[in-house]
Nanobody, 119 residues
Framework: QVQLVESGGGLVQPGGSLRLSCSASGITFSSYVMAWYRQAPGKQRELVAAITSGGGTNYADSVKARFTISRDNTKNTVYLQMNSLKPEDTAVYYC?????????????WGQGTQVTVSS
């Protein structure tokens, strides 16, 4: 059974920092592209950052230079370090795993963790 479990969300003041974690089980973690998405109320889910199995990264323009995605394949965990947070970063953040399983494409989502940036 595949599970992606996010943690680390919460309430933070503007300018503050949070680190999200996503622990994966049931997949060959090292071979998957891992990503963080977010969805704010009334808006579509959007890609925040992604990291390939080889460590290549990609970021949304809105978070470049503020957020950093990383992975630890020994712990089957992907992280999102979020600095200089803004109210517009408020959203539910979802972990995503994209790869192949049994020769077929496979895509999995976590349950989400709420991030609220407010004074």
């Amino acid at each position: 059974q595949v599970q992606l479990v996010e943690s680390g969300g919460g309430l933070v003041q503007p300018g503050g920092s949070l680190r999200l974690s996503c622990s994966a089980s049931g997949i060959t973690f090292s071979s998957y592209v891992m990503a963080w998405y977010r969805q704010a109320p009334g808006k579509q889910r959007e890609l925040v950052a992604a990291i390939t199995s080889g460590g290549g990264t990609n970021y949304a323009d809105s978070v470049k230079a503020r957020f950093t995605i990383s992975r630890d394949n020994t712990k089957n965990t992907v992280y999102l370090q979020m600095n200089s947070l803004k109210p517009e970063d408020t959203a539910v953040y979802y972990c995503n795993a994209d790869g192949r399983r049994g020769g077929l494409g496979a895509n999995y989502w976590g349950q989400g963790t709420q991030v609220t940036v407010s004074s």
